[in-house]
């Protein structure tokens, strides 16, 4: 049963320990994305486990609560919608389609 905290909510109880690369599997982000908005404080942080230095692991509550947050504020994607805001190619990838030198 979910411990109530003093403001009636329910905290969520963890039922899993996830790894970076379930995170990153079930979130659909890429790890360096991970730890930037963890970096801004827009992301659950993870807990140390063990006694390594770099064994850490995130609650599966948090980050499926993080989650339905994004999912209750972002926008809807549509048919005729980008989902990502109307930028021009970047030089790198423009490029990758023109010949090199001395190639025809």
Do not use: H
Not at 12 to 39: C, D, H, Q
Request: net charge positive.
């Amino acid at each position: 049963m979910p411990k109530s905290t003093l403001s009636g909510k329910r905290k969520p109880v963890p039922t899993e320990f996830w790894g970076i690369r379930r995170v990153t599997a079930k979130t659909n982000l890429s790890k360096t994305s991970v730890y930037r908005l963890m970096a801004s404080g827009d992301f659950p942080l993870p807990i140390k486990i063990g006694n390594r230095k770099r064994s850490v692991c995130w609650l599966d509550s948090e980050v499926l609560s993080w989650m339905k947050e994004q999912a209750e504020s972002g926008e809807r994607v549509g048919p005729g919608r980008a989902a990502v805001p109307n930028v021009p190619w970047s030089r790198t990838r423009a490029a990758s389609g023109t010949p090199k030198d001395g190639q025809k």
